[in-house]
Each structure stands twice: as structure tokens, then as C-alpha cells.
């Protein structure tokens, strides 16, 4: 006998998002998760006062005025601007690409300068079908800032070399030819005070949520719990990798409590240079503009995926692609379930993201207008 009307699987944005409003609805809905915790990817655990990112930094970013309404709604934002370095040796660069990293490089202090270097370095790599990545890259912005800004990082990333990447990774690499080191530039961004988590929990307050929870070991013991299933981990594992695994690039975290007020002076510093493990150090109080007398640090390792790891960044190349297309005709044919969330669509979400695409699923479940005022 069903219980619920909904059964949402997984409690991040997506998840906690689509649960909330149809709990509004007067639906019942019961919600589980696999962790120990709520918020997914963008849980933040308290330690020593602050607010530490456990799976990496997280900075809620749009230039949609509805979403940032509805995200403050359940959450009061501080005016956070991401404004990450990046760490070359002993040399430091503002990022994005804009004209403090063009000065920092070459000493330009006009774009004029700055184009005139960028084309000619490009310009020795011009060719009309880049075949890889590293072709990409170089006929767009020469050899400076390939080699000290793209190359170790994105290998690092991929676990591959560049030459092996294919061209569509960069389709394009943005210059700015201003003074800008926000690197977003979005009309509204910055960070829930007190952390995602607390803003999770408040979007789920009108839920039944078990933690701890595995769907497969769930549903084997409660078939008929809910009218329809919201699913938003892996659609490969759902469908138990009829077709072969779909294929990610993992993350690894080391976590480090400091006895110093202030480690980098910065909350993000990408290290770029391919004989550094890690691809950046995360500082955890500046998302927040602590003045604790200690620090939290987190260093963040690209790992390759297998089963037992979280899943991160989806490997969206045309072989994956293909196979995906396949369990989503799958998914189509399963009228009880739907899939969601960068798992279950197996596509790269940025929060704001994940929060329109389940309000047009709410919207579509119920009939209702809700996502017409806050689409893109």
C-alpha cells in the first residue's frame, strides 16, 4: 500500500528543492539519503566555528533575480565575490584570465598591449580544426598562459594529457580585457550564512528524511512506499550498469585544522603546475570573513573514478554520451520514476541550475505555474 506520494531519492539541492514545494502542496513525501547528512555536494559541517565546504567550495551564483529571491528565502546570503589565484611556482595570477593576469605575466597595462601578445602567440598555433584540447587552448591564447595556467590543471583534472582531451572541453577560453578579478561576474552571488546545510534543512522541515539510507537495500524492503519515485543518484547504477558504467572524474579531500588566523589570505588558490598533486587549497573561513584564531584547509586531489566513490564531474565525451542516451530510453519506459539531478541526468548542474530544473519538474508534476516565474 503506498504511504507516500513521492519518494525522493537523495537529499541535495535537486532533491531538497522538488521535496519542499510539493510538501507545500499538501503532498506527502518521504526523503532518504545514503550520507549521513543533508545538502549533498554543498554540505558544510561546522568545525572550530567555521563553515568548512567538505566536498569542495560551493558559491551560489545567478544573474536570475527569482532564484536568488527564492534562494533567500531560506537562507540570508552574505555578498561573497569569488575571486580565486592561481599558484604557478612561486608566481601568482589573478583569475579569470583578465588584464591583472596579463600584467602579472607580461607587464601590459593596456588591452591593446595584452591583444597584441595574446595574438601573436596564438597566432603561431592558429589552425582551423584544433584535433585536442592542448590545439584548443593554444590557437586561443598562446603559450603563457597555456602552459602556466591550463595545462597542469586541466591533466591534473582529467587524469589525462592534454593532447588526449578532446577540442571540445574549451570551446572557448574567456579574456577579459579589464581589471576584473570576479570570477563569475554574475548580478547576484555569494554564500548562505551559517552554511548549504542549514538552508537544506529548512527547505526539507516539512519532510519525513531518513539518513543512512540506501534506495536499492530501501525499495527491496518497501516496493509499494510511494505513488512515484523522484531518483537523483546514477541512472547507470539504477538500471545496474545494464549497458556498462557511465564514467566520472572523483575527488579526494584532506581537511587540516591550522593554528594560524590566516593560511593563504585568499578562500580559493588553484595550483597549476602539474608536479603539484592537488589542484587547489580551499581556506574555508574567507567565504565567510571569519576572524577565527584558527583555520580550516582543505586540499582537493582529482582521483579517478570507480564504484565505491563519489562521482563528481561526468565525463560527457560522445562515447558516454551515446550510453547515456540509452538508459535514458530506458528511463522513459519506467513511468513510476523519474530521474533528476546531475546523476540522474548525467550532466554538470551549477546550483542555480539544479534549482530551475527541478522547479519545472514540480511544475509538471502538479500542473502549476511555479517555474514560469522563475525560469530563465
Not at 101 to 109: A, E, I, K, R, S
Not at 110 to 123: F, K, L, R, W
Not at 323 to 347: P, Q
Not at 354 to 366: G, N, P, Y
Request: charged residues 25%; hydrophobic residues 35%; contains cysteine.
Amino acid at each position: 500500500m503506498e504511504k507516500y506520494d513521492y519518494l525522493i531519492v537523495g537529499a541535495g539541492l535537486f532533491g531538497a528543492v522538488f521535496a519542499h514545494e510539493v510538501a507545500k502542496a499538501g503532498k506527502k513525501c518521504l526523503v532518504i539519503e545514503k550520507r549521513s547528512h543533508i545538502a549533498g555536494n554543498a554540505h558544510t559541517e561546522n568545525i572550530n566555528g567555521i563553515n568548512v565546504h567538505k566536498y569542495g567550495p560551493h558559491i551560489f551564483h545567478t544573474n536570475n533575480r527569482k532564484v536568488w529571491e527564492y534562494v533567500n528565502y531560506f537562507a540570508e546570503f552574505n555578498n561573497y565575490i569569488n575571486s580565486p589565484l592561481a599558484r604557478f611556482g612561486d608566481e601568482l595570477y589573478n583569475l579569470p584570465f583578465n588584464m591583472n593576469t596579463f600584467y602579472q605575466l607580461w607587464g601590459t597595462v593596456t588591452p591593446d598591449e595584452a591583444h597584441a601578445v595574446i595574438d601573436m602567440q596564438s597566432g603561431e598555433f592558429s589552425v582551423d580544426t584544433p584535433k585536442n584540447l592542448e590545439e584548443t587552448a593554444l590557437s586561443l591564447v598562446g603559450t603563457d598562459i597555456y602552459k602556466k595556467l591550463i595545462k597542469g590543471y586541466t591533466e591534473k583534472q582529467w587524469g589525462r594529457d592534454c593532447t588526449e582531451l578532446p577540442a571540445f572541453i574549451i570551446k572557448r577560453l574567456p579574456l577579459r580585457f579589464t581589471y576584473d578579478n570576479n570570477y563569475y561576474n554574475d548580478r547576484y552571488q555569494g554564500i548562505p550564512i551559517g552554511g548549504y546545510t542549514q538552508m537544506a534543512d529548512k527547505m526539507l522541515s516539512g519532510c519525513e528524511v531518513l539518513l543512512n539510507t540506501d534506495y536499492f537495500d530501501f525499495i527491496s524492503g518497501n516496493p509499494d512506499i510511494a505513488r512515484r519515485t523522484i531518483f537523483t543518484g546514477a541512472i547507470d547504477e539504477f538500471f545496474v550498469y545494464r549497458y556498462g558504467e557511465l564514467e566520472y572524474r572523483s575527488l579526494e579531500f584532506k581537511h587540516e585544522t591550522l593554528q594560524t588566523r590566516n593560511f593563504q589570505g585568499n578562500a580559493v588558490v588553484n595550483y597549476t603546475a602539474g608536479d603539484i598533486p592537488y589542484t587547489r587549497i580551499i581556506e574555508h573561513k574567507h567565504f565567510e570573513f571569519g576572524n577565527q584564531p584558527n583555520t580550516v584547509v582543505t586540499y582537493e586531489y582529482p582521483a579517478i573514478w570507480n564504484r565505491g566513490k563519489e562521482r563528481y564531474y561526468p565525463i560527457n565525451d560522445e562515447k558516454n554520451n551515446t550510453l547515456c542516451l540509452r538508459y535514458k530510453a530506458l528511463a522513459d519506459e519506467r513511468k513510476d520514476v523519474i530521474f533528476g539531478g546531475r546523476l540522474g541526468h548525467y550532466k554538470y548542474y551549477d546550483m542555480h541550475d539544479a534549482i530551475i530544473t527541478a522547479l519545472k519538474l514540480v511544475e509538471a508534476e502538479l500542473n502549476c505555474g511555479i517555474s514560469a516565474t522563475i525560469s530563465e
